[in-house]
């Protein structure tokens, strides 16, 4: 049945539980067929046009004619390069953006360890990435954005073990975002305020 295989479509999205991917099947159900097409069609369409930069993993929409595989941020020379922020997702970036106070790079790393799923399903993670690209790139200062959660605090000290060869050898800095966050804050939601304070007060 179409709808029911819909519903188990929108359990999938993160963040949704059974009660909310009903309401989004019965709201479809209720809407025109314009309204499904147009959104058929978006779906599609970032499908194609939405890309994953090849360095810090955000997905960004890319020109018809792309000639890079990287972001704007990432192949924005004015931005310091010897700043690398580890984020959990592309809200997060997003955000931080908006705030207009941080301008380093940044690597995202997928999520953050989650206790339920425990060791075995966090492959998804990046920390092989943010290995090979710290290694590779060098930073001064690698800032450990995760957000004020068990997770995220898990996170940014799995983050810290698995570095530490690099940084043993390299003696790189690896700072934690300062917790004027309040506990159980999660990135994508602090004002620029806030974010600005985490940031100069990051150690
Ligand atoms: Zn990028």
Redesign the pocket.
């Known amino acids: 049945m179409a709808f029911e295989k819909l519903i188990e479509y929108f359990l999938k999205f993160p963040g949704i539980g059974p009660r909310q991917a009903k309401r989004f099947g019965y709201f479809l159900a209720g809407t025109d067929k314009k309204f499904a097409e147009e959104l058929a069609k978006l779906i599609l369409e970032i499908k194609k046009n939405v890309i994953q ?6 997905f ?1 929409e890319s020109a018809a004619e792309r000639t890079s595989n ?6 924005n020379l004015n931005r310091d390069t010897l700043l690398l922020m580890v984020i959990e997702k592309d809200v997060d970036l997003e955000n931080i953006e908006k705030s207009g106070v941080y301008n380093g ?2 690597f995202v790393l997928g999520g953050a360890i989650s206790l339920a799923d425990g060791a075995k399903k966090q492959n998804h993670l990046r920390f092989k990435e943010l290995f090979d690209k710290v290694q590779k790139e060098m930073p001064k200062e690698i800032i450990l954005a995760t957000s004020a959660t068990i997770e995220g605090e898990n996170t940014a000290r799995y983050i810290e073990k698995i570095l530490e060869p690099v940084n043993k050898k390299f003696h790189l800095k690896i700072t934690r975002l300062g917790r004027g966050l309040s506990t159980g804050t999660e990135l994508e939601y602090i004002d620029s305020e806030t974010m600005s304070n985490a940031l100069k007060s990051r150690k």
């Open positions: 930069c090849q360095s810090c993993w955000s960004f990287n972001c704007s941020i990432c192949a790079k940044y």
